[in-house]
Every structure is written in C-alpha cells, then in structure tokens.
C-alpha cells in the first residue's frame, strides 16, 4: 500500500547557521541578520489551511523558539487541533556540532519539549533534526526520553519500497525520499525546490508515482510559501506558491496514496510488524 506523510518544519524565515553561535539567524535582509518569523506564521496558518481543506493530518515539526513568536499572534492550540505537533529543536541548533556535551544536547531537547508542551498542550513523540543533522548520539538522546521517531534522514528509493526502518537505539526512522525525476536526475521529497521556482508539481508527482510500497514523507518549510532564499513574495506569487503545495498533494490523492501523520504511520508499523521483503 502506498502511505503518505506531509510534514512541515516550522522554523524561523529562512534560517541560515550564525558562525560562534549554537542558535540560527535568518538570511539578512537590508544587512540585519537577527531571526525573523513573520513568514514562518503566515506560511504556517496558510498551510494548516490547505490542509484542512484537503482533510490531509499533516505532522508540524515545531522549532520552539519559532513556536512561541508565532504563538503571539497565533493559538497554536487552536491552529493545530487534529494535526501532529512534532519537535524540530529550540532554536535551530545544529545537534551534531562537536563542541556540545551530550548532557547539554539532552537539555536542549528537554527545553524544546517543555516549550512545546506549553504552547500546544501537547508533548513531541517525532523529532527532525535541524539541517536534517542528526547522528547516533542524539538518536540515543530521543530513545532515553521515549520518542517514537526520527524523521531526519533520505533515503533512496529502492525497489520501489520507501519507508520505515529500525534503528540500533530502538528508534524507527522515518526518512525523506530520493528518487529521479523524468530526465533521470535526483530529485528529494522536500518541496524546497519548488518554491525556488527550480522545480514543478509534476516533478514531485513523478517521484510519488515511484514506488508501489511503503511511506513517503514530504517536507516542505513553513516559511517558504512566504518567502524564498532571495526575497519576500508578492502576494499573487504567495497564492501560486500555495497552490503548487495544493497539485502536489491533490496529485498524491489522485494516485490513491492515503496520508496520515507520521506518529500514526510509526504506530502502525509497529502495531503490524515490518513487511518482510522474503516473503
Ligand atoms: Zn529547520
């Protein structure tokens, strides 16, 4: 059968690493460097809607710091009610850099979470990693804590089999998608391109026409309906952004792919046992 998750990092606008410092700015704009997240909100309450419309769960991997800016504008509560609220960290910190001490990654997943529990009222079982960095170290960080998943890596598609996997720590792993697009060239699951304007709605739905068995996890970031690397967007390319996220999943629903949140994909998983490829 051929599931489907749409998940959404929900960080600060276009979020770039600040050399000596564990917490991500934003991509300057008129020199000032320091985070923003007005895109962010705005990308994200349009999303949600989108969503809700297609009556698609999506799985929103919250940034905490991110989370509690757009909750002043915001109920998060409210905004999320029947989708998966997930972590994406506390302020963007890359959590394989080698200066952290493991009790000092701990505490900023602990950090992350309680900010998230306040805003949401709800407490991550899902992690992606920010810059999709994650290592064995912070797998075995969010098994100790008892998430259920990581969502931080890409993996090819194979066989036409994406999906699920096991990891040492207990963890299951929910990874990205690579396949090829119709020229052969490597195309991902994160819809960041599309928003660049560098690829179409077609594109994404030949890569979801690719396999015939398993997960795939699309992933795009809240803010970049809003704004991309370069610039903010007028309104008019607002909406046709929006609506390229809409062919894509209207697209995924035509080809019979049933969407879920990720937290219900692992559950089932493990509720079902692994296919066995053998068999
Ligand atoms: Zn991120």
Known sequence: MRRAAFTVDVDRDVNVPMPGRTAAGSSPRDGDASPRFSSSARGLALL????????????????????????????????????????HGLSHEDLT???????????????????????????????????????????????????????????????????????????????????????????????????????????????????????????THSWHVVETFARRLGEREVRANLDDVRAVLEGALDLGIEFATLEEHVEAGKHQGRPERSR
């Open 97 to 219: 850099w080698e200066g952290y001490a493991y009790e000092g990654k701990g505490d900023i997943l602990d950090r992350a979470a309680e900010g998230i529990l306040a805003l949401t009222g709800r407490i991550p079982r899902g992690f992606r990693a920010p810059y999709q960095h994650a290592d064995g170290s912070l797998h075995k960080l969010l098994a100790e804590r008892g998430y259920l998943y990581d969502s931080s890596a890409t993996d090819d598609i194979e066989g036409g089999k994406i999906g699920l996997r096991a990891l040492p720590c207990g963890l299951t792993e929910a990874p990205l998608a690579r396949g090829v697009d119709a020229r052969g060239k490597p195309i991902h699951s994160y819809l960041w391109p599309m928003h660049e304007g560098k690829r179409r709605p077609e594109d994404y739905l030949h890569l979801l026409d690719q396999y015939d068995d398993g997960l795939m996890v699309i992933a």
């Open 48 to 87: 949600v809607e989108l969503l809700d419309n297609l009556d698609i769960k999506g799985t929103f991997f919250l940034e905490a710091e991110t989370a509690q800016h757009i909750a002043m504008d915001l109920d998060l509560r409210d905004l999320l009610r029947g989708h998966e609220v997930a972590s």
